[in-house]
């Protein structure tokens, strides 16, 4: 072997070698369970709002549509930065936490449903789909009872609710699992009368006889 070839293979070896330490010693601080868990935080984050704005221009136009159709407010920010500080608590802490494959899956199946049901319904309400709840009447405005608005009455906030529970299954976080219950339930529970409030001026008996047929669509509420 000349000269060039030992030096060549002594550089592949060490090259291996050191790639090997340096993936050793970032799984220490890096997991792969960190890693896999925080990019589909990452992936489902940035589809649903992505989603929600392209449907929104798709629904209303782009004269209608403006950043706040990506639905990301102070409240909503605190609550994905508080729920990312309990991950990185956690799994230096407690890190066989977040060994709960079953937990975790758990969650991203929730993640996927909660998005499937609530861009169902964003696609079958069409323009009734309004991200501001709407207090006038417009002659566009049509009462929605097909599809999935015929299993429930509020399949966007149902959607939302899974999915919004399901990030913290899927990170494996007990504190904001149940916080994020608690103010998405309490936030939809006075949000859906006020909303109806509207549907029943607009729509009269209709609206009546389509909600004592139909359910929220949110547990615990009527
Ligand atoms: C953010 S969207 C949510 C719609 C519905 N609550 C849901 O969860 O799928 C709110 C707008 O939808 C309208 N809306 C709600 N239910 C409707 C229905 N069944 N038919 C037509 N418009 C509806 C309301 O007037 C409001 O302006």
Not at 70 to 89: D, G, Q, T
Not at 124 to 148: P, S, V, Y
Request: aromatic share 18%.
């Amino acid at each position: 072997m000349s000269f060039l070839q030992h030096l060549l293979s002594d550089l592949k070896i060490q090259f291996s070698v050191s790639m090997f330490y340096r993936s050793a010693s970032f799984s220490d601080i890096f997991s792969y369970t960190a890693y896999r868990q925080l990019s589909q935080m990452f992936l489902a984050i940035l589809f649903f709002h992505g989603s929600e704005y392209i449907l929104a221009l798709a629904s209303h136009g782009r004269s209608n549509v403006t950043l706040n159709s990506l639905l990301i407010s102070k409240n909503y920010l605190f609550a994905m930065i508080f729920s990312l500080l309990e991950y990185f608590i956690e799994i230096a802490l407690v890190p066989g936490l977040k060994e709960l494959w079953w937990v975790s899956n758990l969650g991203l199946g929730m993640v996927i449903i909660g998005e499937i049901i609530r861009k169902t319904a964003i696609i079958t309400a069409g323009q009734a789909f309004t991200h501001l709840i709407r207090i006038r009447h417009e002659d566009h405005h049509k009462l929605i009872t097909n599809g999935i608005y015929g299993f429930v009455r509020h399949p966007g906030y149902c959607g939302f609710f899974i999915w919004s529970v399901g990030t913290q299954i899927m990170l494996c976080n007990p504190v904001s699992t149940i916080a994020f219950v608690v103010v998405v339930w309490r936030f939809f529970a006075q949000r859906i009368p006020y909303e109806e409030y509207f549907l029943r001026q607009f729509f009269g008996s209709q609206y009546v006889e389509y909600a004592q047929r139909v359910p929220s669509g949110v547990p615990f509420v009527s």
